[in-house]
């Protein structure tokens, strides 16, 4: 009679988690939601352009007005003179995480930093590829006329842990043979450069450095504009309708868009156009800039080398040392919200007490300092850390760079260009790597709600459980 009981029990409540999870199937995403860029950065964006007001017929819609966006219109028309190409923005250039970052500019996807994914061939050519790339948005910076605030003299990943210096070690030596200039520093030559005793050891990268967000937001627009794209601002894509001509509804009117190829260039908004529902999330982090240090305060930390550099902790924290002697900090927390809400949350007042607990903690001799700045972003995260670029549908026609994980800055300019290439019929060498069309396959599947959002949580909780054994 007991054994009865329980068995009826025990299907109720899987009836229940049945009935539940296909409600939550059924309801779907929130809706998608543009929050205003209130950034640092957000006080140099350029006028917003017109919205788009009547019906076209274009060769290709790029979808998003980030850098991935700007660049892809900037190549193709490089590489296709004559083109017609729109950019349609849903708000304004840079509303979204390419004007809310932190200003580091990094080399390497996410899955081959400081670690050989998959063999030692293909670390070495995501490294020459991403390095390249540099030195192409800064020509193109060049060709703009805008001073990007662009610093290519180099990066340092911190170590916290002295457990983890035999691993960075090796690491070292191996990237060391196969030509790619790292160094390893001990925690003396990381307290020499960087002017803090808070790490045990570090590895410096010559190539990589630190930007300013919306200046180069504004260089890629001028370039793309001078190329001949178009590029339409506040003027939102409602739905895409596939076919060989993909019909796109634009804006309060929904004007036509009819176009022969789209980019999606959305990150973290692309779930709300019903693409990668199930292979990336929204995720919210935040950014703080300080006042600007005195030059009391400059010579207390000791930050002479100004080299920008980022933590060994999951939840990571990162910081540059700007020409206007702010610092800027972001890091050290995370979240998703149920159903992929966009809209933020959180309590921003919990997170400026984060933020400068960590900026004291590295560098005592600015107790006192203020943040003039905090501000949410949105990141596009999958379960398997690779940014996502190629081209899917029936036709083949739908492109897409998205999901940087957190390191978008150079990934995504590299994206455009990559995005061009493979549609222009030319070599950009990423496209002959493992990580291009890599959009499908239950590696980097994510369930959808409830187990989306309990599954976040309960890896975000690990995490930083994880991160305070470090601390201690």
Same mark, same amino acid.
């Not at 939102?236 to 868009?257: A, F, R, Y």
């Given at each position: 009679?007991? #054994? &009865?009981? =329980?068995?009826?029990? %025990?299907?109720?409540? %899987?009836? +229940?988690?049945?009935?539940?999870?296909?409600?939550?199937?059924?309801?779907?995403?929130?809706?998608?939601?543009?929050? @205003?860029?209130?950034?640092?950065?957000?006080?140099?964006?350029?006028?917003?352009?017109?919205?788009?007001?009547?019906?076209?017929?274009?060769?290709?819609?790029?979808?998003?007005?980030?850098?991935?966006?700007?660049?892809?219109?900037?190549?193709?028309? &490089?590489?296709?003179?004559?083109?017609?190409?729109?950019?349609?923005?849903?708000?304004?250039?840079?509303?979204?995480?390419?004007?809310?970052?932190?200003?580091?500019?990094?080399?390497?996807?996410?899955?081959?930093?400081?670690?050989? +994914?998959? /063999?030692?061939?293909?670390?070495?050519?995501?490294?020459?590829?991403?390095?390249?790339?540099?030195?192409?948005?800064?020509?193109?910076?060049?060709?703009?006329?805008?001073?990007? /605030?662009?610093?290519?003299?180099?990066?340092?990943?911190?170590?916290?842990?002295?457990?983890?210096?035999?691993?960075?070690?090796?690491? !070292?030596?191996?990237?060391?043979?196969?030509?790619?200039? #790292?160094?390893?520093?001990? +925690?003396?030559?990381?307290?020499? @450069?960087?002017?803090? /005793?808070?790490?045990?050891?570090?590895?410096?990268?010559?190539?990589?450095?630190?930007?300013?967000?919306?200046?180069?937001?504004?260089? #890629?627009?001028?370039?793309?504009?001078?190329?001949?794209?178009?590029?339409?601002?506040?003027?939102?894509?409602?739905?895409?309708?596939?076919?060989?001509?993909?019909?796109?509804?634009?804006?309060?009117?929904?004007?036509?868009?009819?176009?022969?190829?789209?980019?999606?260039?959305?990150?973290?908004?692309?779930?709300?156009?019903?693409?990668? =529902?199930?292979?990336?999330?929204?995720?919210?982090?935040?950014?703080?800039? =300080?006042?600007?240090?005195?030059?009391?305060?400059?010579?207390?930390?000791?930050?002479?080398?100004?080299?920008?550099?980022?933590?060994?902790?999951?939840?990571?924290?990162?910081? !540059?040392?700007?020409?206007?002697?702010?610092?800027?900090?972001?890091?050290?927390? +995370?979240?998703?919200?149920?159903?992929?809400?966009?809209?933020?949350?959180?309590?921003?007042?919990?997170?400026?007490?984060?933020?400068?607990?960590?900026?004291?903690?590295?560098?005592?001799?600015?107790?006192?300092?203020?943040?003039?700045?905090?501000?949410?972003?949105?990141?596009?995260?999958?379960? /398997?850390?690779?940014?996502?670029?190629?081209?899917?549908?029936?036709?083949?026609?739908?492109?897409?760079?998205?999901?940087?994980?957190?390191?978008?800055?150079?990934?995504?300019?590299?994206?455009?260009?990559?995005?061009?290439?493979?549609?222009?019929? @030319?070599?950009?060498?990423?496209?002959?790597?493992?990580?291009?069309?890599?959009?499908?396959?239950?590696?980097?599947?994510?369930?959808?709600?409830?187990?989306?959002?309990?599954?976040?949580?309960?890896?975000?909780?690990?995490?930083?459980?994880?991160?305070?054994?470090?601390?201690?």
């Amino acid at each position: 009679m007991i #054994l &009865k009981k =329980t068995a009826g029990i %025990t299907l109720s409540i %899987t009836v +229940a988690v049945i009935v539940l999870s296909v409600m939550f199937w059924l309801l779907g995403e929130k809706e998608a939601v543009f929050e @205003k860029n209130d950034s640092f950065w957000a006080k140099e964006m350029m006028p917003a352009n017109a919205a788009l007001n009547k019906n076209i017929d274009v060769d290709v819609a790029i979808i998003g007005g980030g850098y991935t966006g700007l660049s892809s219109a900037y190549h193709l028309m &490089k590489y296709n003179p004559g083109l017609h190409v729109v950019v349609l923005e849903a708000k304004q250039v840079g509303s979204g995480a390419s004007g809310r970052h932190g200003g580091m500019v990094l080399p390497q996807p996410p899955t081959e930093s400081f670690e050989i +994914a998959f /063999d030692d061939n293909l670390h070495k050519k995501t490294y020459e590829l991403t390095t390249r790339n540099m030195k192409s948005m800064k020509s193109m910076c060049e060709e703009s006329g805008v001073e990007c /605030d662009l610093k290519l003299n180099g990066f340092v990943h911190t170590i916290i842990d002295e457990e983890d210096i035999p691993y960075y070690k090796e690491y !070292v030596k191996d990237a060391n043979d196969m030509g790619i200039p #790292l160094e390893f520093w001990n +925690a003396d030559q990381t307290e020499d @450069k960087l002017g803090t /005793d808070r790490y045990s050891a570090s590895v410096f990268d010559p190539n990589g450095g630190s930007v300013h967000a919306v200046k180069l937001i504004n260089a #890629l627009k001028i370039v793309a504009e001078k190329a001949g794209a178009v590029i339409y601002e506040n003027s939102q894509v409602n739905d895409i309708s596939e076919g060989e001509t993909i019909v796109l509804k634009v804006g309060d009117d929904n004007h036509e868009v009819k176009a022969r190829d789209i980019v999606l260039a959305t990150n973290a908004f692309t779930s709300k156009l019903g693409y990668f =529902t199930y292979s990336m999330i929204p995720v919210h982090a935040q950014t703080a800039v =300080t006042e600007p240090l005195t030059e009391e305060q400059l010579a207390n930390i000791g930050w002479d080398s100004r080299l920008p550099f980022y933590d060994s902790k999951n939840y990571l924290f990162h910081m !540059v040392l700007r020409d206007d002697n702010r610092i800027v900090i972001g890091g050290g927390d +995370a979240d998703y919200y149920f159903r992929g809400d966009l809209k933020y949350k959180g309590d921003i007042q919990k997170i400026h007490e984060l933020t400068l607990n960590e900026l004291v903690t590295v560098y005592p001799g600015l107790k006192g300092i203020r943040l003039e700045y905090i501000w949410d972003g949105l990141l596009g995260m999958t379960s /398997d850390e690779i940014p996502k670029v190629g081209v899917t549908g029936k036709h083949k026609n739908i492109y897409y760079g998205l999901a940087y994980n957190g390191q978008g800055v150079n990934m995504s300019y590299m994206f455009g260009d990559v995005i061009a290439s493979v549609y222009s019929g @030319k070599t950009h060498g990423w496209e002959d790597t493992p990580y291009y069309g890599t959009h499908s396959g239950i590696q980097g599947f994510i369930p959808p709600e409830p187990y989306r959002w309990i599954g976040s949580k309960t890896l975000m909780e690990y995490y930083k459980r994880q991160d305070r054994q470090i601390d201690r």
